[in-house]
């Protein structure tokens, strides 16, 4: 005998629900538009607070010989070292940490000098396993290359959704897209957290991320264009982002919970990791996918070449078409 489960499906969002989206187009584009302005020109006048990774500095990987490393007690000890920027990671086993310092004014003499303090602050408490100065050259590598990867995949973004969707779609994503990475960039420049390797991993999780949110509307709307040969652009979206409200609603949670965990007790070496995180994904991606993504396609043409639907052919009921999540 089959038994059949009687667990209901978990709906966050009426099956009913009708908000009208569309409506707020009209200020959440001048919006954007006015926040993206801004955040260029911090980006330009600000500008970033760069890592060790991007500007150059000593990398130097201890041991502690007593046990598991105590961070709090490392960074308190080497940041009365007038170093500048020193960064602390615990990596591999709980007594391994790695330790890196700022860039010093004064050529290799002067790395040499930092890496002299450090060792004489930390004295005999930690073997020293390793000991590299990252050049000013290295970094700017690093820099370049990591502008060319995300370039190239907005680009490799634009041409997957041109054949999966249409050139509107793909058009409209890139835009939606490049506009979550101004803003969180000038998020960064504002706040000044540091803007590092790891940086560049939450700026691509953050256009995966939004891409994801993204497809799934588009999917709906490509759905409802076929079925709707009649329904206005406006009224078409508002029933696309409905249907998938309940869904969106539930991974933004499932996320936000996750990245607050990591926020709070995940430690100062993820900070700038989770912080970019937070921003892009939960408050940028969010707005981004239903009041940048979806509306953007109206401004793009998208439906005015429908075929004309026979009089005598009317629509099916959207109402059905809304409840499926």
Known sequence: MRLHSSIPLLRIVPDDTKFDFMRFRRISFPASAVLSIIAIMLYFFHGLNFGIDFIGGTLIEVQSKSGPADLAKMRSTLSGLNLGDVQLQQFGGPSDVLIRVAQQPGGDAAQQAAVAKVREALGTDVDYR?????????STELLAYSTIGLVLAIFSILIYLWFRFEWQFALGA??????????TVGYMSLTQIDFDLSSIAALLTILGYSLNDTVVIYDRIREMLRRYKRMSMPELLNISVNSTLSRSII???????????????????????????????????????????????????????????????????????????
Do not use: C, K, Q
């Open 174 to 183: 890139m835009v939606a897209n490049v506009h979550d990475l101004v803003l």
């Open 251 to 325: 991974t933004h949670v499932t996320v936000t919970l996750a990245l607050l965990a990591l926020l709070l007790f995940g430690g100062h070496a993820i900070h700038s990791f989770t912080a970019t995180m937070i921003f892009g994904v939960v408050l940028v991606g969010t707005y981004t996918s239903v009041f940048i993504a979806a509306p953007i396609l109206i401004y793009l043409g998208v439906g005015t070449t429908r075929a004309a639907a026979e009089e005598s052919t009317p629509d099916p009921e959207p109402a059905a078409a809304s409840r499926r999540a």
């Open 130 to 138: 390793r000991v590299e100065v990252v050049g000013p050259r290295v």
